[in-house]
């Protein structure tokens, strides 16, 4: 039976004349137990504006949040919840050329990922994360910074120079 303030009533009747009731919570239409953390959500919204689902996807994982089914996250299963909870997609197009990620400023600035982290963990370049594991966000107007060309010159090279330097391991035909 249920009664009106939304509750399942179980009553047991025992052998022996006695009586026992259970009453439980009647779930709500479209109330079910697999519910997307609030932590993975919140990762969501921050990173949708300026990062691909495949981003936020990896972002999640490397986070260790699953999904409300306890799953590991794919760019689907971004897209499905950013669909159901009308948190507004991630749009490559609407990009300003403000922001940028590792392998855009590497390409920038002619160098390697690689080089790009290190310059990023010595704090010659400024980078943000939305959350610890997400992708770097570059401020494009940092790359031509001071302190990235007196790294550079430094080291005695010039910026761009290191990718004509390397052969390819491919040719080109």
Request: charged share 25%; aromatic share 6%.
């Amino acid at each position: 039976m249920a009664s009106k303030s939304r509750e399942i009533v179980l009553t047991i009747h025992w052998r022996g004349g006695q009586h026992s009731e259970l009453r439980v919570r009647k779930p709500r239409t479209g109330e079910h137990g697999c519910r997307t953390a609030d932590e993975a959500v919140a990762v969501i919204k921050s990173m949708t504006t300026k990062w691909s689902d495949e981003d936020i996807a990896a972002t999640l994982n490397r986070m260790g949040l699953p999904t409300g089914q306890g799953r590991t996250w794919t760019a689907h299963r971004v897209s499905s919840l950013r669909r159901v909870r009308g948190i507004h997609a991630y749009k490559s197009a609407e990009k300003d050329g403000e922001w940028l990620t590792m392998s855009e400023a590497a390409t920038k600035l002619g160098v390697s990922n690689h080089q790009i982290r290190r310059l990023i963990k010595e704090g010659i370049l400024r980078a943000q994360q939305v959350v610890f594991d997400a992708p770097y966000q570059i401020k494009a107007a940092d790359l031509p910074g001071e302190q990235v060309r007196r790294h550079w010159h430094a080291k005695g090279a010039r910026v761009g120079s290191f990718q004509k330097k390397q052969t390819s391991m491919f040719s080109d035909t």
